[in-house]
DNA sequence: ATGATGGACTGATCGAGAGCAGTCTCCTGG
DNA sequence: CCAGGAGACTGCTCTCGATCAGTCCATCAT
């Protein structure tokens, strides 16, 4: 119990609604089946039907689409804490892959038991389908930032975003945070090519903003940056350990 | 009765799972509250809280958010049969606004009819849960959209894609469909300039592809136009008449 | 008739970001 | 110890689409 308590999952939901002994028993349940995955291994291929849904507790996973033309989108990140193909279970699409970024751990969830949890504590199912719309409105912001927003905002508010989330886990703050992805995995995400990406990071560092160097974000002026990247953490719909 | 078994919503539902007496009586309650909102202007603003979800009986809608810089851009479109803010009525973000493309007319729906239908009725729920989830599928779509494909490739998307929507309400068909957007929401919608979306429709019409005239929208070459757009239509989930 | 307004449409110019081609460095495996 | 590969990084060129600055044509109100 002890450890689920300090779950990625526990926190996050925490921030949301307290949860009682029985909630907390029932979180656990659902974390019964763990699981362990290898990086760069799809766990979840485009097309595959009626597969599981899995919470993250270690390391980041990419969701992504590929295109007939060979060029991929990144449609969002996965942080410890966060479900993964939870739409999938529900109903039978499984309309994008998921690929490890790192080694990571997961607990797999079934159907039956997540349905369980759900019919008997009705708030931890409230919870569960509050982070699942804030993943939802994560796409939506997503979706803007790429038709609306140049590459250096977009950049800026992709840093706030994983940072905010990062840090309701524990995992990060406002001076910065881990991060194991490539310029490669920042290109696909923000729809633009490797190389751009590479010179905005530049851009980036040389007035003083934000670092992005051996798989480690240091944000320099949080203030700046939030100004850059029009960023409005209202979608995120976390009062935040950032703002206290 | 006979009224709710022809609505948009109860076609669209019926081609994803036969509905017995029961769920049609239970759909047609959620029905009683009919409202009408005129074009232009917003039935929900972003950042509002705490309001009902809508289900569309006629008319056209576009969901979208605004920039602090002044751009929109278009989410979604709400076309007859389609739910509208469902996510925050079981939440509390409204993290974009609403807004009536045309005079509509839509169906007021209560947290708590919903909630009732939900546990009456699993087999609807399961339907509404199925539709949402496509919602879902259609953003990611589009964000795919937005960040790798091409502006003709992203109109030709666009138009296949509400083509066979409509299809699904029986609004439209693999010849065309009305369609009373204007140049400036395909703009907003598709991440480009007004501007732009004119020579687009030009080119794509010279190509004797498809024609965007007076409200109608004319596909000449499907065949083309979905080999254009790159259109693989297993996102939407829709055997769909488009395929028989 | 006379504006006013909104939508479609066009030409000219400019710039953000793509694409190509290549270097440098670190890491891993034979 | 060397080869090979991944990832970071750079300079150059070119294109896609934005921006500016309009016109033309309806509809609607005065």
Not at 31 to 38: A, G, K, L, T, Y
Not at 148 to 156: E, I, K, L, P, V
């Amino acid at each position: 119990m002890k450890i689920i308590e300090n779950s990625p999952l526990t926190r996050k939901l925490s921030a949301f609604v307290a949860l009682s002994e029985v909630e907390l028993a029932a979180l656990e349940r659902l974390h019964q089946r763990r699981r362990s995955f290898v990086a760069g291994r799809d766990m979840v291929h485009q097309g595959q039907s009626a597969q599981a849904a899995y919470i993250l507790s270690a390391g980041w996973v990419c969701s992504y689409k590929l295109q007939p033309n060979g060029t991929r989108q990144i449609v969002d990140f996965q942080v410890p804490g966060d479900f993964l193909g939870l739409r999938s279970v529900l109903l039978r699409t499984s309309d994008h892959s998921f690929e490890p970024i790192v080694d990571i751990e997961a607990a797999e969830v079934l159907t039956v038991d997540l349905l369980d949890a759900f019919a008997q504590t009705p708030r931890l199912a409230t919870a569960i389908l509050w982070a699942a719309s804030r993943d939802e409105a994560m796409v939506v912001e997503h979706l803007v930032g790429i038709g609306r927003r140049d590459a250096d905002a977009r950049m800026a508010h992709f840093m706030l975003e994983l940072g905010s989330r990062l840090s309701l886990v524990g995992m990060g703050g406002k001076e910065g945070f881990e991060c194991p992805l490539t310029q490669y995995h920042l290109a696909d995400a923000l729809g633009l090519s490797a190389v751009h990406v590479n010179r905005i990071l530049r851009q980036l560092r040389e007035s003083g903003l934000v670092t992005f160097r051996d798989s480690h974000v240091t944000i320099h002026d949080h203030d700046r940056l939030v100004d850059l990247a029009e960023f409005d953490p209202a979608y995120l719909d976390q009062i935040g350990p950032l703002l206290k």
